[in-house]
């Protein structure tokens, strides 16, 4: 799955896995890295609400099924 994430989210995760590791009690993000961090979860938000969207629309078409018993 972190294949799949934006740089900057894979950034920001290799951070606070250090940050564990280490043992330290603070991140700190340049104003540039929270920026692009802030954008990209901006951007997830949208896709996740689209996708929302689409789940719902497809909810409330109806499904059409015919039977017509075959050979029976």
Known sequence: MENN??????TFNDKIK???????QNLTLS??????LHAD???LLTLCANLSKQVNS??????????DGGSW
């Open 5 to 10: 994430l934006s740089l900057h989210i894979r």
């Open 58 to 67: 497809n909810q409330n078409q109806a499904t059409n099924i015919n039977m």
């Open 18 to 24: 250090v940050m564990n590791q280490s043992g330290k």
């Open 41 to 43: 979860i901006m951007d």
């Open 31 to 36: 104003s540039q890295e929270a920026r692009s």
